[in-house]
């Protein structure tokens, strides 16, 4: 496996990237209980919202209110059973993203400052929501949903109906180290910046996973993605996921299929990652290894692994209340 690193950079820097897609062999739809965007379990419908089973009553008013009333008492929506977090920071952390404008500069810093403002704005919003919380138990449904409707000026977020989650039966974990990364998919130098979460904690199976850092861009698939967080406080009633990791791989063949605006030209998102075979990227050399992976999408069949790049991301998620629209 040739170490990877690009397909980030592009989303980071348009402000615009997402990815979704079905789920691989090694995912958790092999789990019990199952998993898979829109999937239907007691108490929500195939969209995500919340039935009659699965919500916690109305909170203060008639419950009629819509988003811009939450300062009047009135609840904005029906409300989720379980907690929700709403990612506050985020980091690419792998790879750094290289542009040869003309010479190669490495526009990682850029491409954060961005993505944070995106995020302190709300134009960005991806949500966490812990279904049916249980810290003692083995098992934990987490529903990610990668948009939805927060108000500026509020502490709580609206589901956008139209946004189906993807849900994993993830794993709490008390004494164990929560996430073992392969090294050969991360650049070395990149290590002692990446999150590695302590106990207690929570981590997902590896699955195909949608991540919206922007609403333009069309999805593209996050391939054996994969999170996990440090439950703060303490995983009895935890206001933050911690010291939280992101990470998958994204092919060559939707990279190229992406373009985004910098200082006024169209770059491809595959061109910026160094070492692959675009005309324009920026070349390995003895200080920049190739950020290009190869991975096998289906070991079921003859096609070769296909190149792309691992992007592993950093974030912080804090407590939010999160609600269904009212009827």
């Given at each position: 496996m040739v170490r990877?690193?690009?397909?980030?950079?592009?989303?980071?820097?348009?402000?615009?990237?997402?990815?979704?897609?079905?789920?691989?062999?090694?995912?958790?739809?092999?789990?019990?209980?199952?998993?898979?965007?829109g999937m239907t379990s007691g108490g929500m419908s195939s969209g995500g919202v919340p039935t009659t089973g699965g919500v916690a009553s109305t909170s203060e008013g008639s419950g009629?209110?819509?988003?811009?009333?939450?300062?009047?008492?009135?609840?904005?929506?029906?409300?989720?059973?379980?907690?929700?977090?709403?990612?506050?920071?985020?980091?690419?952390i792998d790879p750094h993203i290289f542009i040869e404008n003309p010479l190669c500069i490495d526009a990682s810093a850029f491409i954060n400052s961005g993505l944070t403002t995106s995020l302190m704005t709300k134009e960005t919003n991806l949500i966490l929501l812990a279904r049916d919380f249980d810290p003692d138990a083995a098992q934990q449904e987490f529903w990610f949903y990668r948009a939805?409707?927060?108000?500026?000026?509020?502490?709580?977020?609206?589901?956008?109906?139209?946004?189906?989650?993807?849900?994993?039966?993830?794993?709490?974990?008390?004494?164990?180290?929560?996430?073992?990364?392969d090294t050969n998919t991360i650049n070395k130098n990149s290590l002692p910046d990446l999150n590695l979460p302590s106990p207690p904690c929570v981590v997902s199976p590896k699955a195909s996973l949608p991540l919206q850092l922007t609403p333009e861009l069309s999805?593209?698939?996050?391939?054996?993605?994969?999170?996990?967080?440090?439950?703060?406080p303490d995983d009895q009633d935890p206001t933050?996921?911690?010291?939280?990791?992101?990470?998958?791989?994204?092919?060559?063949?939707?990279?190229?299929m992406l373009e985004y605006n910098y200082n006024g030209s169209a770059?491809?998102?595959?061109?910026?990652?160094?070492?692959?075979?675009?005309?324009?990227?920026?070349?390995?050399?003895?200080?920049?290894?190739?950020?290009?992976?190869?991975?096998d999408?289906?070991?079921?069949?003859?096609?070769?692994?296909?190149p792309g790049v691992f992007l592993y991301l950093n974030f912080t998620a804090t407590k939010i209340d999160f609600y269904a629209p009212p009827p």
């Open positions: 990877g690193s690009v397909l980030v950079g592009f989303a980071a820097v348009a402000l615009l990237g997402c990815f979704r897609g079905g789920f691989l062999d090694d995912t958790c739809e092999q789990l019990s209980g199952g998993c898979g965007a009629t209110g819509d988003a811009s009333s939450g300062s009047t008492g009135e609840s904005p929506g029906v409300k989720f059973d379980g907690p929700a977090f709403r990612i506050v920071a985020m980091k690419i939805a409707d927060c108000p500026v000026d509020e502490e709580y977020c609206l589901l956008d109906a139209l946004v189906p989650p993807t849900i994993f039966i993830s794993f709490n974990r008390d004494d164990e180290n929560c996430l073992v990364v999805p593209i698939t996050f391939y054996q993605g994969q999170f996990a967080a440090h439950y703060e933050e996921l911690r010291d939280a990791i992101l990470f998958g791989f994204i092919p060559k063949s939707q990279a190229m770059i491809n998102l595959w061109s910026v990652i160094r070492g692959s075979d675009a005309a324009d990227a920026c070349p390995v050399d003895m200080g920049h290894p190739s950020d290009v992976d190869l991975l999408l289906d070991p079921n069949d003859a096609v070769p692994a296909e």
